[in-house]
T-cell receptor
């Protein structure tokens, strides 16, 4: 069963506009959520995270929103830049599970100049 | 500190052969994880170590798979009698105390022909 889902395989956005990437989850016991960015032929790199006790976390151009009642989180990138073009993965962790992460399928973002 | 290093980057092998991958984590990280990623999917957890102890194995890790982390330093992942379904990117990650420090290597891409 897919506990973390990213239902949009791809997203195309114009440079300078906002990119919104979505993620849904089913397990209400997840205590931490992370977003990773992945370029081809490289491993995922950490982007931003949010604890389940918060509803928003911001870091420069990147903001993650968490809606626990809807079991939904989103990553906002504004303004989007061509260098943001990559695959973005949402991941979740459970407390006392040793740091094991459960990933979504990923969304490929393309930012066009 | 050069991050998490994985070797080889690419491996092509014939079905039925054995393969071994190596991961060198960030030196002060006591936790080491192995994930597998197939096309169009996010990374899937395989196993993790706390120092030299293997604390959890996914049901994805069949009897043909074995992982070790002697002396709590580098780790190896061996696949015996490879099958075409084993073709994937094998990712290693290491972590110290917090999820912020979760760092992935660039992965080993395995192709079984």
């Amino acid at each position: 069963d897919q506990q973390v889902k990213q239902n949009s395989p791809s997203l195309s956005v114009q440079e300078g506009r906002i990119s919104i990437l979505n993620c849904d989850y089913t397990n209400s016991m997840f205590d931490y959520f992370l977003w990773y960015k992945k370029y081809p032929a490289e491993g995922p790199t950490f982007l931003i995270s949010i604890s389940s006790i918060k509803d928003k976390n911001e870091d420069g151009r990147f903001t993650v929103f968490l809606n626990k009642s809807a079991k939904h989180l989103s990553l906002h990138i504004v303004p989007s830049q061509p260098g943001d073009s990559a695959v973005y993965f949402c991941a979740a962790s459970l407390r006392n599970q040793g740091g094991k992460l459960i990933f979504g399928q990923g969304t490929e973002l393309s930012v066009k100049p | 500190d050069t991050g998490v290093s994985q070797d080889p980057r690419h491996k092509i092998t014939k079905r039925g052969q054995n393969v071994t991958f190596r991961c060198d984590p960030i030196s002060e990280h006591n936790r080491l994880y192995w994930y597998r990623q197939t096309l169009g999917q996010g990374p899937e957890f395989l196993t993790y170590f706390q120092n030299e102890a293997q604390l959890e194995k996914s049901r994805l890790l069949s009897d043909r798979f074995s992982a070790e982390r002697p002396k709590g330093s580098f780790s190896t992942l061996e696949i015996q009698r490879t099958e075409q379904g084993d073709s994937a990117m094998y990712l290693c990650a290491s972590m110290s105390g917090t999820l912020y420090g979760y760092t992935f290597g660039s992965g080993t891409r395995l192709t079984v022909v």
